[in-house]
């Protein structure tokens, strides 16, 4: 007979239905829904003119706290390691063409390395 443990997070007195089979890995869903919370909480708190529900302000959040590196990273002013998502028909008005190959000599092929 096999013996598995499973990792379950518990919120507030309540089970949720996902399992872990690595403690490290449970502890971090249960870190980014606390920080998925907070940010609630914080969006909720703001005194914003747009009309967002809860359930719109808690799947926001649980993306944003899912890529918090990357969401650290636009908010610090660097550019995301992820390139952002363009539709097919979009133009790529600030990047630059890119530079075609250089190609080496006939002389640089000929010559052996390292000796």
């Known amino acids: ?19 872990f089979l690595v403690k490290k890995e449970a502890e971090a869903y249960d870190k980014m829904l606390d920080a998925a919370e907070n940010l609630a909480a914080y969006i909720k708190g703001a005194e914003l003119e747009i009309a967002l529900d809860g359930k719109a302000i808690d799947a926001l959040c649980v993306y944003l706290a899912k890529n918090g590196p990357e969401v650290t990273r636009i908010l610090k ?29 006939p002389e640089a092929k000929a010559k052996p390395k390292g000796k």
């Not at 007979?1 to 949720?16: N, Q, S």
């Not at 550019?79 to 539709?87: I, Q, S």
């Not at 008005?93 to 890119?98: C, Q, S, V």
Request: no cysteine.
């Open 1 to 19: 007979m096999a013996v598995i443990t499973k990792f379950v997070v518990v919120r507030h007195g309540v089970e949720l239905d996902k399992e």
């Open 77 to 105: 002013g660097l550019k995301p390691a992820v390139p952002l998502v363009r539709t097919p028909g979009e133009e790529k008005k600030d990047e630059a063409p890119a530079a075609p190959p250089k190609k080496k000599s």
